[in-house]
């Protein structure tokens, strides 16, 4: 009987819309600069996913793309799980449009609503069915269309989110020692006020009024958001690089939610890890909710394959809920 049984991440895939929004060309749509968004969030540019198409749009290619990077069919796929508070429909799920579409047919799948934590929970839950021995090929994707819950009329919120998609294949870790190795995981539902949709759930149904309070929009009271980030963000960080024996220095790439760099900074530094081991595209792609760490992921494997095997990875994220947690990761390849 085998008794090391850790799963491992294979493969990775994006999609990334081709309209890129900049700063400059909110500065026309709402009363905003450059610089303020620059000097207070780091982002410089977003991309935005063309009307008429929605999630699984970009959750299948990126899922195409993660396929064929690992040379797999999507027959092979025991399970598909997509991360994100933006699906094309309440129901079906975004995950059986996927299912369809990339012709996955044994298998079975589903939603997954954590916010910005999205990605880090599902890939937790799919190294889960991977460890327990029930499936060998899981998909765990991250996917959000913010730009289709965003009002461009509210500077506060409208330039901060961007969309994009990004596909993990996770499979059992062929050898000991390697992969993902640990995972802390926490939700806090008194976040609520702070960071929600307040209208087309079942509290509160989509009405004419709903639609005339321009209720269907992501709501943030973002200072109060921003210092629990900071804090638990970190924590979560430090506790899994304690938890594991290790410390700081010894992590090789930090790969945090993007959805400020000041807060990813705080946490880098909370962690003590430096700022050149940790991986940012907040830049160019903005905060895109459950896709932030995927891409960040397929940055150092693929665009400047940074990743060596054996390096320790952490995954760091924080989201509405609240929820947030961390993953730690010795590369295997
Ligand atoms: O990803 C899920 C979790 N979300 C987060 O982690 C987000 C956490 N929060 C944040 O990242 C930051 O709080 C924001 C980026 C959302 C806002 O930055 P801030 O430094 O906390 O600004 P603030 O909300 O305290 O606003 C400061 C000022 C205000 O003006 P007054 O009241 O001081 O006159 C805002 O009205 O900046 C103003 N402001 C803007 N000015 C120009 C807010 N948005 C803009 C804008 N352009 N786009």
Redesign the pocket.
């Known amino acids: 009987m085998k008794l090391y049984r850790k799963a491992h991440i294979r493969s990775v895939g994006r999609f990334l819309p081709e309209k890129v929004l900049t700063n400059k060309d909110l500065e026309k749509i ?4 450059d610089e ?2 620059v000097t ?2 780091g982002i410089r540019e977003r991309r935005i996913l063309e009307p008429g198409v929605g999630n699984s749009y970009m959750a299948t290619r990126a899922a195409i793309e993660c396929l064929d990077r690992a040379g797999v069919a999507p027959e092979a796929i025991d399970a598909i799980i997509v991360a994100t508070v933006t699906p094309d429909m309440f129901f079906p799920s975004t995950a059986c449009l996927v299912q369809r579409d990339i012709g996955a047919k044994k298998a079975w799948g589903f939603d997954l609503s954590a ?2 934590s999205g990605f880090v929970f599902a890939l937790a839950t799919a190294a889960q069915f991977i460890e327990s021995g029930r499936y060998e090929r899981v998909l765990a994707i991250g996917s959000d269309v913010m730009s289709s819950i965003i009002d461009y009329t509210d ?2 919120t409208c ?2 989110f961007g969309d994009a998609a990004g596909a993990a294949l996770v499979e059992p870790c062929p050898e000991e020692g390697y992969g993902i190795l640990d995972f802390i995981l926490h939700c806090d539902g008194s976040g609520e006020p702070y ?1 929600h949709m307040k209208a087309g759930g079942s509290r509160k149904p989509p009405s004419i009024e709903t639609v005339q309070k321009r209720e269907h929009y992501v709501y ?1 009271e ?2 109060a ?2 210092k629990v ?1 900071v804090t638990e963000m970190a924590a979560v960080t430090e506790a899994i690089i304690k938890k594991n024996g290790l410390r700081g220095d010894d992590i090789a790439f930090l790969l945090p ?1 993007q ?2 760099l000041r ?1 990813i900074q705080a946490c880098a530094e909370r962690a003590g890890i430096p700022m050149d081991k940790v991986v940012i595209n907040i830049d160019r792609y903005a ?1 895109t ?1 459950a896709a932030t760490i995927p891409l960040c992921l397929y940055d150092i494997l693929y665009d400047t394959k940074r990743i060596n095997k054996g390096d320790y990875i952490v995954m760091s994220a ?3 809920g609240f929820t947030w947690g961390s993953i730690l990761i010795k590369w295997w390849e």
């Open positions: 709402v009363n905003t600069t303020w968004i207070r969030t916010g910005c500077r506060n330039v901060l960071l943030q973002g200072r958001v921003f980030a939610h959805a400020n807060i905060n909710t924080f989201g509405a």
